[in-house]
């Protein structure tokens, strides 16, 4: 019998790996950043507080959104984008969790 590569993992190391993809990129991690820092939704162009195209900020927008690191909610034409504040303590954890199982060794010798 032949296992599915997610069968070869537990549910915490692939929901964390996910969600380490959806960080895989600058433009995401200054994204996240900022709407931390306003600590509130913002509706409008976020590419005008971001050194990227419009295009460009929607699609890492989509990949945030569709983590389940920030929320987006339409209003007419625009849409209100904020932080999904229960999958952030989610990452949060996680990665905490990750990092404090990895030992390292400052003597270590490759």
Request: with cysteine; net charge neutral.
């Amino acid at each position: 019998m032949v296992l599915a590569k997610s069968e070869l993992f537990d549910k915490q190391e692939q929901q964390c790996a996910y969600l380490f993809k959806a960080l895989a990129h600058p433009a995401r991690i200054q994204i996240l950043k900022y709407l931390a820092e306003i600590k509130t939704c913002i509706s409008g162009d976020i590419s005008k507080e971001l050194p990227l195209g419009r295009t460009t900020v929607n699609q890492h927008l989509k990949e945030l959104k569709n983590a389940g690191l920030i929320q987006g909610h339409v209003t007419g034409t625009k849409t209100n984008y904020c932080l999904n504040p229960g999958k952030v303590k989610e990452l949060k954890s996680l990665s905490e969790n990750f990092f404090e199982n990895i030992d390292i060794d400052e003597n270590m010798v490759c």
